[in-house]
């Protein structure tokens, strides 16, 4: 059962405009909400986090977006970079675990 | 503290054999989680401890998996018999008691499991 989803595999955008990453999730008893970005034979990085009692949070480059009528949250890249390409994971956290979606492999052309 | 250390990167063992992967949390951090990622999934929860405890395990921790962590420091993932199956990237993650406003989770590099 897969309680957080990211229906988009792969983006690409050009250098220089935004790129827009969307997650969906199904458990409402999520409090919290992260995005991760990972390079091919690494470790998941963090990169920015979101709790459920707020609808924005900003981080230079990056803003994650969290709508929770819709069970939706989504990472904003401005501008987007070449060395923003790698792949991204949304993930939720209730309690004990974290759960994770199964990516967006994202590609900023130069 | 450099962050979340995993040893051995990668393992290479005949279908059958033991291995054993070794984490060692950020210092400061009391959780520490085990999960498992295979090509074009997203991580998936194994097991996590609080402090020396393991608190919970998922039902993908067959009984051929156990895992410890001893004085609540660095954790130890054993896999016992092992099969192709288990073939995966197995990343160790800590981070502090989850709070309202601050739950982020750490990862290691990961070890990367290939059973032939």
């Known amino acids: 059962d897969q309680q957080v989803k990211q229906n988009s595999p792969s983006l690409s955008v050009q250098e220089g405009r935004i790129s827009i990453l969307n997650c969906d999730y199904t458990?409402?008893?999520?409090?919290?909400f992260l995005w991760y970005k990972k390079y091919p034979a690494e470790g998941p990085t963090f990169l920015i986090s979101?709790?459920?009692?707020?609808d924005k949070n900003e981080d230079g480059r990056f803003t994650v977006f969290l709508n929770k009528s819709a069970k939706h949250l989504s990472l904003h890249i401005v501008p987007s970079q070449p060395g923003d390409s790698a792949v991204y994971f949304c993930?939720?956290?209730?309690?004990?675990?974290?759960?994770f979606g199964t990516g967006t492999s994202l590609t900023v052309i130069p | 503290d450099t962050g979340v250390s995993q040893n051995p990167r990668h393992k290479i063992t005949k279908r059958g054999q033991n291995v054993t992967f070794r984490c060692d949390p950020i210092?400061?951090?009391?959780?520490l989680y085990w999960y498992r990622q295979t090509l074009g999934q997203g991580p998936e929860f194994l097991t996590y401890?609080?402090?020396?405890?393991?608190?919970?395990k998922s039902r993908l921790l067959s009984d051929r998996f156990s895992a410890e962590r001893p004085k609540g420091s660095f954790s130890t993932l054993e896999i016992q018999r092992t099969e192709q199956g288990d073939s995966a990237m197995y990343l160790c993650?800590?981070?502090?008691?989850?709070?309202?406003?601050?739950?982020?989770?750490?990862f290691g590099q990961g070890t990367r499991l290939t059973v032939v």
């Open positions: 993650a800590s981070s502090l008691d989850p709070g309202v406003l601050s739950t982020e989770a750490f």
């Open positions: 458990n409402s008893m999520f409090d919290y």
């Open positions: 979101i709790s459920s009692i707020k």
């Open positions: 993930a939720a956290f209730t309690g004990n675990q974290f759960y």
């Open positions: 210092s400061e951090h009391n959780r």
């Open positions: 401890f609080q402090n020396e405890a393991q608190l919970e």
